[in-house]
């Protein structure tokens, strides 16, 4: 459904909630005691009435008002957060870590059962409430109040947490493992050129994270993380001599 009006922004979140919880169109159809054929037509829009809506928001253990206040935070640009909530963030790795993937579009369920932690999650949740950046509105509600885009690179202390995480990564990242893809190669570019594969660096890894996106109801046990690294630095011919 067109996220961009009122009915795909309530589907939208309803398939959210769902993934909280852990359930299936399988699931919804046997608590309403309908076919998950129907269930399938409800959430791509079709015979959806307020009654219909109630049913599936009972279902996720929400109330109609939860229901709305999600919905509107659906394609909602974010306000930037400040440089002192980055500083927060910075202070705190794992709430950075957990407030990248709700970012990421990971619900707080999805988090603990990925990274096994069932028992620290709901203190971390607090701590991002505490600094300004979600709101906890219900059991199985968190609403992002602050955004960041996480590929860009302006000067704050989020990027420079970032720079040493990648110098760390590059330092460790093991060449000689048959499992580690990697590609070096220089290249000759014009300036245009060298713009265009700018242009192709951020569609790969904004395919890459489409792809995650895509997965991101699948189990921990059927998916493998991936540090991914792209760049490109002008090179002089000098230093391209000693060695490509």
């Not at 159809?29 to 129907?38: F, G, N, P, Q, V």
């Not at 245009?192 to 921990?220: H, N, W, Y």
Request: proline share 4%.
């Amino acid at each position: 459904m067109d996220i961009s009006t009122p009915a795909g922004r309530l589907v939208s979140a309803l398939k959210q909630q769902l993934r909280l919880k852990g359930l299936h169109y399988r699931d919804v159809a046997s608590r309403l005691k309908i076919s998950e054929r129907t269930v399938k037509r409800y959430f791509s829009g079709k015979g959806l009435t307020l009654e219909v809506l109630q049913q599936l928001a009972d279902v996720v253990e929400l109330d109609m008002l939860s229901l709305v206040i999600l919905a509107q935070q659906q394609n909602v640009e974010l306000p930037e957060m400040t440089r002192q909530q980055q500083a927060a963030l910075r202070r705190s790795g794992l709430a950075l870590a957990i407030y990248y993937f709700l970012n990421f579009g990971m619900t707080p369920a999805q988090i603990a059962r990925e990274f096994d932690l069932q028992g620290q999650i709901d203190a971390v949740l607090q701590k991002l409430e505490s600094f300004g950046l979600i709101h906890r509105f219900s059991p199985n509600g968190v609403k992002l109040l602050a955004g960041r885009s996480f590929g860009d690179r302006s000067p704050d202390h989020l990027t420079e947490h970032k720079i040493a995480s990648t110098r760390r990564f590059l330092t460790e990242m093991d060449l000689e493992n048959p499992n580690c893809q990697w590609l070096y190669q220089a290249v000759r570019l014009s300036h245009a050129s060298a713009l265009r594969l700018e242009q192709i660096m951020k569609r790969f890894v904004l395919d890459a994270a489409a792809m995650t996106r895509s997965e991101i109801d699948l189990p921990p046990d059927e998916t493998q993380w991936y540090r991914l690294f792209v760049g490109a630095e002008p090179l002089t011919r000098k230093k391209l001599l000693r060695g490509t």
